[in-house]
């Protein structure tokens, strides 16, 4: 099982930007797609970005979409979800994993298809 490990989340004002990161342990990097996910109290985990094995495919939720940047460093072996114009919908626990699936150009924001995940990273928007 692999380990993974997330960033410290943070504050950030409302319209402004934050970046996490993701990186995982335990198994070779490149047969590690990466999502991020977030979930807001009450609420069902929905997923935001993903990146492919490959790095060169990405899937955004819509809600997301031109405001989120998932970026993956295959030197640093780090996986980053950049985020700006940040909303008050933005707000939640933000959790990373790896897919199951080995596809070099697989993307899937379906949280089934994910096999181990972080522990949550909390990101707050203030107004």
């Given at each position: 099982q692999a380990q993974v490990i997330q960033s410290r989340g943070g504050l950030a004002q409302l319209g402004g930007s934050l970046r996490v990161s993701c990186a995982v342990a335990g198994r070779p990097w490149n047969t590690l797609g990466i999502?991020?996910?977030r979930q807001a109290p009450g609420k069902e985990r929905e997923g935001d970005a993903c990146v492919s094995i490959?790095?060169?495919?990405?899937?955004?939720?819509?809600?997301?979409?031109?405001?989120?940047?998932?970026?993956?460093?295959?030197?640093?072996?780090?996986?980053?979800?950049?985020?700006?114009?940040?909303?008050?919908?933005?707000?939640?626990?933000?959790y990373c994993a790896h897919f199951g699936r080995t596809d070099s150009d697989y993307v899937s924001l379906d949280s089934t298809d994910y096999t181990d995940w972080g522990q949550g990273t909390q990101v707050t928007v203030s107004s």
């Open positions: 999502g991020w996910f490959n790095g060169q495919r990405t899937q955004y939720a819509d809600s997301v979409k031109g405001r989120f940047t998932i970026e993956r460093n295959n030197n640093l072996q780090v996986v980053y979800l950049h985020m700006s114009n940040l909303k008050p919908e933005d707000a939640g626990t933000y």
